[in-house]
T-cell receptor
Framework: GESVGLHLPTLSVQEGDNSIINCAYS??????FIWYKQESGKGPQFIID?????DKRQGQRVTVLLNKTVKHLSLQIAATQPGDSAVYFC??????????FGKGTRLHILP | GAVVSQHPSRVICKSGTSVKIECRSL??????MFWYRQFPKQSLMLMAT?????????EQGVEKDKFLINHASLTLSTLTVTSAHPEDSSFYIC???????????FGPGTRLTVL
């Protein structure tokens, strides 16, 4: 079902360290997963996606891991930079083509 | 990459008036467009799905007579918030998808404030 968070959890990470943001998704039939970054007052920005027939996918400085057994998705950001400060959402595509967003995590970069 | 625009970016209106928000795909044909609403410090909630030339499909709990959606062309969808009230104040975001593809491209959002 749809997931709406009342309060966004915050992850604080030292600049230069790696960040790991976790997400639990709801629908075992979902076959496509996406991570989005949202900066204040802006629309979501695509970061990386992964299909259900994969368990890992790498991009530039980002890696997405998918564990279908426990319905868990994670986003790893290497060498976190100040520009990575934002809210990160995982999203899943249901079979009817709807993309449903997870609760979101705010990433805060410590100097 | 594909670009989706929204207009206006911000709108302030009086309670009881109607507001129209436009969503355009600028460099591709969007067979399907989606409308989301986001309250402060919350996630995006899907309101409705619109396919070009057909009626929109609304999510449970979203009033179709209050949130009118029109997808008259492959590059334009509009959301009209009728008789807006302060509780309708929110960030409205559209996304567009080309036929047969998974990727959705999101617009920059429209901040609606109802006084």
């Amino acid at each position: 079902g749809e997931s709406v968070g009342l309060h966004l959890p915050t992850l604080s990470v030292q600049e230069g360290d790696n960040s790991i943001i976790n997400c639990a998704y709801s629908n075992s039939a979902s076959d496509y997963f996406i991570w989005y970054k949202q900066e204040s007052g802006k629309g979501p920005q695509f970061i990386i996606d992964i299909r259900s027939n994969m368990d890992k996918r790498q991009g530039q400085r980002v890696t997405v891991l998918l564990n279908k057994t426990v319905k868990h998705l994670s986003l790893q950001i290497a060498a976190t930079q100040p520009g990575d400060s934002a809210v990160y959402f995982c999203a899943e595509k249901f079979r009817d083509d709807k993309i449903i967003f997870g609760k979101g995590t705010r990433l805060h970069i410590l100097p | 990459g594909a670009v989706v625009s929204q207009h206006p970016s911000r709108v302030i209106c009086k309670s009881g008036t109607s507001v129209k928000i436009e969503c355009r795909s600028l460099d591709f044909q969007a067979t399907t467009m989606f409308w989301y609403r986001q309250f402060p410090k919350q996630s995006l909630m899907l309101m409705a799905t619109s396919n070009e030339g057909s009626k929109a499909t609304y999510e449970q709990g979203v009033e179709k007579d209050k949130f009118l959606i029109n997808h008259a062309s492959l590059t334009l969808s509009t959301l009209t918030v009728t008789s807006a009230h302060p509780e309708d104040s929110s960030f409205y975001i559209c996304s567009a998808r080309a036929g047969g593809l998974d990727t959705q491209y999101f617009g920059p959002g429209t901040r609606l404030t109802v006084l």
